[in-house]
């Protein structure tokens, strides 16, 4: 089976890019299952409901997000009433939502996805190495094929946890800096991994916002309104070949398509 990734959806811009390239991708590759990570797909920072609604009608089937996605407060709801969309697994219980997910397909082969929000540089959480374990016992009563979104500032956290989890889960794939890199590889026990599978919005920017406002942060210190770019919109996503019926990873392939 194949799983499609698609790295942070940024804003307008990245949720176009989503409607008019997956559908070619899913075709080309015959997809049988996709993940994206839609934590900035409103303005650039949070998702709302009619916006999970739309990501989905373009064929997405689990979001998943990261530190920003309590930046609209209509997200309670949203995460209250759909299990397909994710905040991080390693909030604490009282948070709403879930963290990971089991979704059954027509063929009743059943894929989870984890999602989990790295500690270093970043607000204070539960650890996701002893969260993502606990999780990952359950899971495995259920189904072997199991997909991890660890969104973190750190590449050293990163690869740390999927020298952690290696041999546990299908695939690790981090996201939140938005560079896609270029270190994906198959562990020895045969877990995919990558430390950030990039974006999906405007190049022509500083990580999908306007050059000029960042470059006006940096350079004065003073508080800046940052919004999302508009050009050189591109989509960054990788391409998980696994087996079923193991939950082994087979291939990992990082692509990056271009909106015309």
């Known amino acids: 089976m194949k799983l499609l990734f698609i790295g942070d959806i940024v804003g307008r811009p990245g949720r176009q890019a989503v409607k008019e390239i997956l559908p070619v991708i899913v075709s080309a590759e015959k997809i049988n299952f996709v ?9 650039g920072s949070g998702i709302t409901p009619p916006i ?26 949203l995460l209250g009433r759909d299990r397909n969309v994710l905040r991080p697994l390693n909030y604490p ?34 650890c996701p ?15 072997p094929n199991i997909f991890v979104d660890i969104h973190a500032e750190a590449t050293s956290e990163k690869i740390a946890l999927g020298w952690y989890l290696d041999g546990l889960v299908t695939a690790l794939m981090g996201t939140h800096t938005h560079v896609q890199t270029a270190d994906e590889k ?37 508080p800046t ?3 999302v770019a508009e050009d050189d ?8 070949d696994f087996d079923e019926k193991n939950g082994k990873a087979r291939a990992i392939r990082r692509i990056e398509r271009k909106l015309k």
């Not at 609604?53 to 997000?65: D, F, H, P, R």
């Not at 919109?233 to 998980?240: F, M, Q, T």
């Open 35 to 43: 993940v994206a990570n839609a934590e900035n797909a409103a303005g």
């Open 52 to 77: 999970a609604a739309e990501l989905k009608g373009y064929g997405v089937n689990v979001l998943t997000s990261g530190d920003h996605i309590w930046k609209k407060k209509e997200v309670v709801e």
């Open 93 to 126: 219980d009282e948070t709403p939502g879930s963290g990971s997910v089991v979704v059954e397909l027509p063929n009743k082969i059943k894929i989870a996805v984890i999602n989990l929000v790295g500690r270093v540089f970043m607000q204070a959480v539960e």
């Open 129 to 143: 190495f002893k969260t993502s374990r606990r999780e990952i016992e359950k899971i495995k009563k259920t189904t």
């Open 186 to 222: 198959i562990l020895p026990e045969k877990t995919a991994y990558i430390t950030d599978v990039g974006m999906a919005g405007p190049f022509d920017s500083v990580i999908g916002r306007r050059k000029e406002e960042i470059l006006t942060r940096f350079v004065t210190q003073m």
């Open 225 to 227: 309104r940052f919004q």
């Open 233 to 240: 919109v591109r989509l960054n996503a990788v391409i998980i």
